[in-house]
């Protein structure tokens, strides 16, 4: 490589081994051992960690065993679509839509190995980073740490280095990349793709954009879960956020993790879009230089929600919303009766906690996030002229 990524790049197989043996002998691994395996198996796992010599070993051996045990624990199952698009051998960028900060690259890299397909390197904010803890097991399995924080200056250069990186994976053939299609998770249940990404993208390029682009062969997927990962969580965040800018407290993005990996989130589906050809490339390239950014997250964006999974909380959300029937034939009675339950159950444990919210707007805010995605995608097939329920 051209440049020096040594403090973004991920771990290779000498600094793993030895950061594994540092996860090993960390105390909070305990509480992780318990709720993946139970009590019985925390000094099996120490020891295991302990032997493994590289980043495949603990991707094969670990990885792969711990994010099956949390959708075997926490999901009723995963679908997976569009793996024909990666069987080729060929290196991609892999954008998605983002809603778990942990399973949805976690997930993608379960995916890619089970049907022996090369894993990626991930992208993740070094916000996320809470720990040395964290850091070891991140960085042992793959991560790009992406740098968010410093002065203008040092956000441009370390967004120049990052992007040279990425681009210099793809093109020498070295491995594939994934990272959001914007900064944090959707809270709000619209996947929108951020300019400034593609802007980011543009940085190592030559100037010119068809060409920077497809050789970046950039392939959406479209990630959707049953059950909203942190929604509560979420709803209190843009409750907040209304009101006054939303400042998080230290240890929050830890608290997301854990409860995104732990909460049940019914069916999941993960679907790999075709890429982003040539000819809609030049179609994006044809309008005035910020205009192009727009165009292209637009068919980003198309090909996420033309392949998004709709779930009946999706459905049920919407209806509660729009004070009608349109989607009824998507649900059950009984679905809506167990939705509205646990919708109940979560409010009221986030007002106990916080009697000055109110709790009919809260309310509105948490159907939201699951009735936006209807909403989008049937701006999508029928414009908003359309009566009909998205498919």
């Given at each position: 490589?051209?440049?020096?990524?040594?403090?973004?790049?991920?771990?290779?197989?000498?600094?793993?081994?030895?950061?594994?043996?540092?996860v090993?002998?960390?105390?909070?691994?305990?509480?992780?051992?318990?709720?993946?395996?139970?009590p019985?198996?925390?000094?099996?796992?120490?020891?295991?960690?302990?032997?493994?010599?590289?980043?495949?070993?603990?991707?094969?051996?670990?990885?792969?065993?711990?994010?099956?045990?949390?959708?075997?624990?926490?999901?009723?199952?995963?679908?997976?679509?569009?793996?024909?698009?990666?069987?080729?051998?060929?290196?991609?960028?892999?954008?998605?839509?983002?809603?778990?900060?942990?399973?949805?690259?976690?997930?993608?890299?379960?995916?890619?190995?089970?049907?022996?397909?090369?894993?990626?390197e991930?992208?993740?904010?070094?916000?996320?980073?809470?720990?040395?803890?964290?850091?070891?097991?991140?960085?042992?399995?793959?991560?790009?740490?992406?740098i968010?924080?410093?002065?203008?200056?040092?956000?441009?250069?370390?967004?120049?280095?990052?992007?040279?990186?990425?681009?210099?994976?793809?093109?020498?053939?070295?491995?594939?990349?994934?990272?959001?299609q914007?900064?944090?998770?959707?809270?709000?249940?619209?996947?929108?793709?951020?300019?400034?990404?593609?802007?980011?993208?543009?940085?190592?390029?030559?100037?010119?954009?068809?060409?920077?682009?497809?050789?970046?062969?950039?392939?959406?997927?479209?990630?959707?879960?049953?059950?909203?990962?942190?929604?509560?969580?979420?709803?209190?965040?843009?409750?907040?956020?209304?009101?006054?800018?939303?400042?998080?407290?230290p240890?929050?993005?830890?608290?997301?993790?854990?409860?995104?990996?732990?909460?049940?989130?019914?069916?999941i589906a993960?679907?790999?879009?075709?890429?982003?050809?040539?000819?809609?490339?030049?179609e994006?390239?044809?309008?005035?230089?910020?205009?192009?950014?727009?165009?292209?997250a637009?068919?980003?964006d198309?090909?996420?929600?033309?392949?998004?999974?709709?779930?009946?909380?999706?459905?049920?959300?919407?209806?509660?919303?729009?004070?009608?029937?349109?989607?009824?034939?998507?649900?059950?009675?009984?679905?809506?009766?167990?939705?509205?339950?646990?919708?109940?159950?979560?409010?009221?444990?986030?007002?106990?906690?916080?009697?000055?919210?109110?709790?009919?707007?809260?309310?509105?805010?948490?159907?939201?996030?699951?009735?936006?995605?209807?909403?989008?995608?049937?701006?999508?097939?029928?414009?908003?002229?359309g009566?009909?329920?998205?498919?």
């Amino acid at each position: 490589m051209n440049k020096d990524y040594s403090n973004i790049m991920p771990y290779d197989d000498r600094e793993t081994s030895d950061a594994l043996k540092r996860v090993a002998s960390a105390p909070e691994l305990k509480a992780i051992s318990d709720f993946l395996y139970g009590p019985e198996h925390e000094t099996e796992l120490r020891n295991r960690l302990r032997g493994l010599d590289g980043v495949y070993q603990f991707q094969s051996s670990v990885m792969a065993g711990v994010i099956q045990a949390i959708i075997d624990k926490t999901s009723s199952g995963l679908s997976v679509n569009g793996l024909e698009y990666l069987q080729d051998g060929r290196k991609h960028v892999l954008v998605s839509n983002h809603r778990d900060i942990i399973l949805d690259p976690a997930i993608i890299q379960l995916v890619l190995f089970n049907h022996h397909i090369s894993t990626t390197e991930i992208a993740v904010g070094d916000n996320l980073i809470a720990n040395s803890l964290i850091e070891d097991i991140f960085r042992s399995n793959r991560m790009i740490k992406v740098i968010r924080g410093g002065t203008p200056r040092e956000k441009y250069l370390s967004s120049s280095l990052l992007s040279s990186y990425m681009r210099e994976n793809i093109t020498s053939d070295r491995c594939s990349v994934w990272i959001a299609q914007r900064n944090g998770r959707s809270k709000d249940g619209h996947d929108v793709t951020e300019q400034g990404l593609l802007k980011m993208f543009e940085m190592s390029g030559s100037g010119d954009f068809v060409k920077d682009f497809k050789e970046l062969s950039i392939l959406p997927i479209a990630i959707s879960y049953q059950y909203e990962p942190c929604d509560f969580l979420k709803a209190r965040e843009l409750y907040i956020s209304r009101r006054e800018r939303y400042v998080k407290k230290p240890g929050e993005d830890t608290v997301s993790i854990l409860t995104g990996v732990r909460q049940d989130k019914g069916s999941i589906a993960f679907h790999f879009c075709p890429e982003i050809t040539e000819h809609e490339l030049s179609e994006c390239a044809s309008y005035e230089k910020n205009e192009r950014f727009k165009a292209l997250a637009g068919v980003i964006d198309g090909r996420i929600y033309d392949n998004y999974r709709l779930w009946d909380t999706n459905y049920m959300a919407y209806d509660m919303l729009e004070g009608g029937e349109t989607c009824a034939s998507r649900y059950t009675p009984e679905s809506r009766e167990h939705f509205l339950q646990r919708m109940e159950k979560g409010l009221s444990a986030v007002v106990e906690k916080d009697p000055d919210i109110d709790r009919d707007e809260l309310a509105e805010i948490f159907l939201s996030i699951y009735a936006n995605p209807v909403r989008s995608v049937r701006a999508r097939q029928a414009g908003d002229r359309g009566t009909s329920c998205p498919a």
